[in-house]
């Protein structure tokens, strides 16, 4: 059974940083590439970051570029999403996912994605 945990999200103001983490289980973790969406109420979820499962590649929406860092572990099978200088438009359902993909690809596409974790609050006051 596939496990993607989120962690690391909360309140905190604008201009600060958070940092979440995803744990991923039942899963070779080091053959799928993975990515953050997050979700505002009333919006569709979007595409935040990916990263490639060899880790030698990473993409980047343009709402978040210079101020967001996607990383991995695969020896402790967990995604990192670094966020600084946040936003109060910042403020989501952060979920990650996994998908297969080749060795460089990171994929952006909602559907691209098998698998999701349950999402983790993020809030950034004004």
């Known amino acids: 059974q596939v496990q993607l945990v989120e962690s690391g999200g909360g309140l905190v103001q604008a201009g600060g940083s958070l940092r979440l983490s995803c744990a991923a289980s039942?899963?070779?973790?080091?053959?799928?590439?993975m990515g953050w969406f997050r979700q505002a109420p009333g919006k569709e979820r979007e595409f935040v970051a990916a990263?490639?499962?060899?880790?030698?590649?990473?993409y980047y929406a343009d709402s978040v570029k210079g101020r967001f860092t996607i990383s991995r572990d695969n020896a402790k099978n967990t995604v990192y999403l670094q966020m600084n200088s946040l936003k109060p438009e910042d403020t989501a359902v952060y979920y990650c996912?996994?998908?297969?993909?080749?060795?460089?690809?990171?994929?952006?596409?909602?559907?691209?994605?098998?698998?999701w974790g349950q999402g983790t609050q993020v809030t950034v006051s004004s």
């Open positions: 039942g899963l070779t973790f080091s053959s799928y590439a």
């Open positions: 990263i490639s499962w060899s880790a030698d590649s990473t």
């Open positions: 996912a996994a998908a297969i993909a080749g060795y460089y690809y990171t994929p952006q596409i909602r559907e691209e994605y098998e698998y």
